[in-house]
């Protein structure tokens, strides 16, 4: 038996023995303040944290911000100061934002230590007082009251009617009805647990008192708050991937810059020049434009993803969303509404199916496709008169604006009891309220809801003076205290075929995951009776009504599109399996064959037997924080990136875990949301498909940009390195290198991280998390454009070198056109993976504008006499422009010709 469930099976004089408390005078105050010198306060321990210095210094680690730094050293060197400010602002930008992100993720625990309790009444020396929280220690008496926040974890010893909401901790979103009785059966589960209070979670109903034996950290909060604390967040692998490629990067540079500066001095060239030109090389091997170019289209689809009511808390992760194979989603208040809803009645013989979800009072009734009006028949409308006056829940409209200019937003929510609140929004969809029925009955007394007995009532009394004793409750309890029933419009004997008839409706109705509660009534004559036995008796039976949490409306075509586009969607839930499995079918992610498992069949399984089984399971119920830690664990083991949504905190270590945490915004507590990667604004499930399309498109143009930054510069290298193989004059001068690297890769590097997505961004499965960012053809698309728009390039130099030997700057000068314009026509070229005929150019007009704006920039520092000194540059003629144009088209348009006689299929990893 765990630590947790430790206390469950001991009676009062056990558990007050254990702990050395008198049950009547509670701790005396010395020996509390000696406990609490012994075991610390009452607080969640927030564990080492860095500092902010640490941590901004921290940023400064990354590899790529090392070859970031080395590049400035060059530019700095060669005199390009206006390169090394912006390279230098590039690293501060990226260190800022790092530092924001990690300084806002360690809050996570500042998040968690809000729920707990300021106060609490404790029982010190015979006295109820109230002391802060933080002195509670083991043993100590405390009692608790509605609106409570529980401020330890306590075993309760007394009850009365006491209700904790927990979901939060569990993930069920029904308040618990707590006991005081001893609990047998082993490793209870957390949310099976009925006699234990634990910290942060909130009384909403009732009294009651009882034991502290967990205080601090020992609390399943503390274990919570430690799992936060243990828990490594995941590189993301787009960071994996820029991290391999800046090493590639600087290895290939420095190699390089090697080969070219001992090759030219092989061949006489003056080795200062030489040097200059290997740096040059260097410089523009290193994409030192690539992590801001990658920081802007990260951010640009940030913005697109705020649009779509999706907020993204750390930029890299917004790219893992595209290769993510499996959504694991907590159930409650993420697949569902956490609203609960009466969808079917059982009244007068009939089931009725009521539409509309949520506390919205909206819907209609029906039974066998046709439609009822509750007014017009008197069974239904005395079963709503029953759910509306035998309750004491509010139901609230409120008014606000979606924004200053923006139409109003109309709002409802239940203040008390979810059950109760259900039950006011199907009376009301009858055009039964309270406001209604208070002009035609008001309550005169009332027998509260009692756990023992399972039922309430109220004494209501009409205008005409008579008065009926309404009561509502478990069914079965209900229909052992009647004795006739409503049906065909008349009152009747119950017989026992007809309570069996009943009593199976009411097993129909829970096998569809329904909650269900009975309504009965009788008229009462005289006073209100001083016992509730002596009038919760002889009552007719009106009938059932089933209500469940339901799905939202648009998950299941979200479901339907994740698997469309390869991804599996997991239902990991605190909530019952009957219920779980339920809400599972009808939203399509349990399928025919796929498996469902508890916490307790997890728990006996060892890890090698889990990780069996963990691809074919799509629902876990009655699961813990550890348990959904530990399945998060499994599915990355088997290569899958997960993304993982909750709302509660005992969803949080998971969402940390996870390559992508998703927390909900609306009903999301402020842990898992300090947690996570990215929050969803409208707690929409189907916001989740839209983030998920936008982090592909985002990856795809992401190695669209790299595709034409590498090939480029693979051009300007092979165009060098051959020249100097061959013994020939430098092709290009250091600035001019730099100049192209400088205004090439920018502009239309920037336009691609803007590319439309293309048609089949979510009909393809996700791609392999190891997969290199030079898959799927990018890595050959790279070297072999990269080798064309060289060797046309050096073709074109040397055709212009050999007319005129003696004007190396004129046929420098063609280099260096046909090498920037080879650059322009090849960036629509990758645009596809296929090739530059796949895609209208013109669909993406920012990139048009952008290469405009790069050629016009070549015919400034060409044509005008100021810049053409600095840039070694001459005015070219029509027989240069004829050459530099066909030397500079025929690489990507020849490559383009070669892919549509012999297409490329576009390959996807499997899952």
Same mark, same amino acid.
Do not use: F, W
């Given at each position: 038996m765990s630590q947790g469930s430790r206390y469950l099976d001991w009676d009062v004089d056990r558990l007050t023995k254990h702990f050395a408390v008198d049950p009547e005078n509670g701790l005396k105050a010395g020996e509390a303040e000696s406990r609490l010198r012994r075991v610390g306060p009452n607080q969640l321990a927030e564990g080492k944290r860095l500092s902010l210095i640490a941590l901004l210094l921290n940023q400064f680690k990354d590899f790529m911000v090392l070859v970031l730094l080395a590049a400035t050293l060059v530019s700095g060197l060669l005199g390009e100061y206006t390169d090394a400010i912006a390279i230098i602002a590039i690293v501060v930008l990226n260190a800022v934002l790092g530092f924001v992100q990690e300084f806002r993720a360690e809050r996570s625990l500042s998040a968690l230590k809000e729920l707990s309790a300021p106060t609490a009444r404790v029982k010190r020396d015979g006295a109820w007082i109230r002391i802060p929280a933080s002195n509670l220690v083991p043993g100590d008496l405390v009692s608790l009251e509605s609106g409570d926040r529980i401020p330890a974890d306590i075993r309760l010893i007394e009850v009365k009617n006491l209700y904790i909401e927990e979901s939060a901790l569990t993930g069920e979103s029904v308040p618990v009805n707590k006991t005081a009785s001893v609990l047998t059966g082993g490793d209870i589960p957390l949310g099976d647990r009925k006699n234990m209070a634990f910290l942060g979670t909130m009384a909403v109903r009732g009294a009651g008192s009882g034991v502290v034996v967990h205080t601090g950290m020992e609390t399943e909060m503390g274990r919570i708050a430690h799992l936060i604390q243990t828990t490594e967040t995941m590189q993301t692998p787009l960071q994996n991937r820029l991290e391999q490629l800046g090493k590639i990067l600087i290895t290939v540079a420095i190699f390089l810059t090697a080969v070219v500066v001992l090759t030219g001095i092989i061949h006489g060239h003056d080795a200062y020049k030489m040097f200059?030109?290997?740096?040059?090389?260097? $410089?523009?091997? =290193?994409?030192? /434009? #690539?992590? +801001? *170019? $990658?920081?802007? +289209? #990260?951010?640009?689809?940030?913005?697109?993803? *705020?649009?779509?009511?999706? =907020?993204? !808390?750390?930029?890299?992760?917004?790219?893992?969303?595209? @290769?993510a194979s499996v959504i694991c989603s907590d159930k409650t208040g993420t697949l569902t509404q956490n609203k609960m809803t009466v969808t079917h009645l059982w009244v007068g013989g009939r089931t009725m199916e009521v539409s509309g979800s949520g506390y919205v009072p909206e819907g209609k009734f029906t039974a066998g496709g046709k439609g009822i009006h509750p007014r017009q028949d008197?069974?239904?409308?005395r079963l709503l008169e *029953? +759910?509306?006056? @035998?309750n004491n829940t509010s139901l609230i409209r409120k008014e606000g604006r979606e924004g200053l200019l923006r139409r109003k937003q109309e709002s409802w929510h239940v203040d008390g009891d979810p059950t109760e609140g259900a039950l006011l929004v199907v009376g009301a969809? /009858? /055009?039964l309220t309270g406001k209604t029925l208070s002009s035609e009955w008001k309550r005169v007394g009332e027998f509260p809801f009692d756990s023992e007995r399972k039922m309430m009532s109220v004494l209501a009394e009409n205008r005409n003076g008579k008065r009926l004793l309404l009561a509502k409750g478990a &069914?079965? $309890? #209900?229909?052992? !205290? @009647?004795?006739? =029933?409503l049906k065909e419009g008349r009152i009747i004997p119950l017989t026992e075929s007809l309570r069996k008839e009943a009593l199976k409706t009411n097993e129909q109705l829970a096998k569809m995951a329904l909650r269900n509660l009975g309504f009965a009534y009788r008229e009462w004559s005289g006073a209100m009776p001083e016992r509730e036995s002596s009038a919760e008796r002889e009552l007719v039976f009106v009938g059932l009504a089933g209500?469940?949490? &339901?799905?939202?409306?648009?998950v299941k075509d979200a479901i339907h599109t994740c698997r469309q586009a390869g991804i599996r969607t997991v239902m990991i839930t605190g909530d019952h399996q009957t219920t779980a499995v339920a809400i599972a079918k009808r939203l399509g992610i349990l399928t025919p064959g796929g498996l469902t498992m508890t916490g307790a069949d997890l728990q006996k399984l060892d890890d090698a037997a889990f990780q069996e089984r963990v691809n074919d399971v799509q629902v876990y119920a009655r699961v813990s924080p550890e348990h959904k830690l530990r399945i998060v664990k499994a599915l990355q083991r088997e290569r899958h990136v997960v993304a993982m949504t909750g709302d509660g905190v005992n969803d949080a270590p998971a969402i940390k875990a996870a390559d992508i945490g998703i927390a909900m915004g609306v009903m999301g507590t402020d842990v898992s949301k300090e947690a996570s990667s990215l929050i969803l604004a409208d707690d929409n499930f189907a916001t989740i498909v839209s983030a998920i399309e936008e982090g592909r498109s985002i990856y795809d143009n992401i190695r669209k940009f790299i595709s034409y930054l590498l090939a480029s510069n693979v051009g300007e290298i092979l165009v060098m390195f051959l020249a100097m193989l061959a013994g020939m004059p430098l092709p290009l001068v250091p600035i001019q290198i730099l100049w192209v690297n400088l205004v090439t890769d920018g502009l239309p590097a920037m336009a691609l991280g803007v590319d439309p997505a293309e048609e089949d961004t979510m009909k393809r499965r996700p791609r392999d998390s190891r997969e290199s960012i030079f898959a799927r053809g990018v890595g050959w698309k790279i070297l072999t454009r990269g080798f064309l728009i060289g060797s046309f390039t050096l073709g074109a130099f040397w055709l212009a070198y050999s007319e005129a030997p003696d004007d190396l700057v004129r046929a420098q000068t063609v280099a260096f056109a046909t090498l920037v314009l080879a650059q322009l026509i090849y960036v629509f070229d990758c645009r596809s993976s296929q090739s530059i005929f796949h895609r209208n150019p013109f669909s993406n007009m920012a990139l048009v504008l952008a290469v405009f704006s790069s050629a016009l920039l070549l015919l400034v520092v060409m044509y005008v006499p100021a810049f053409q000194p600095v840039f070694h540059t001459v005015a070219l003629g029509f027989r240069e422009w004829a050459l530099v144009l066909a030397a500079a088209s025929i690489p990507t348009l020849l490559a383009g010709l070669i892919e549509i006689a012999r297409p490329m299929r576009r390959v996807s990893p499997s899952v």
């Open positions: 200059l030109a290997g740096v040059s090389l260097a $410089v523009a091997a =290193i994409p030192e /434009g #690539l992590p +801001a *170019i $990658v920081t802007i +289209a #990260l951010a640009l689809g940030v913005q697109r993803m *705020i649009r779509r009511r999706a =907020i993204v !808390r750390k930029l890299p992760s917004v790219e893992t969303l595209g @290769c008197p069974h239904l409308k *029953i +759910a509306v006056l @035998c969809k /009858g /055009g &069914p079965d $309890v #209900l229909l052992g !205290r @009647c004795t006739h =029933i209500m469940i949490d &339901p799905p939202r409306e648009e």
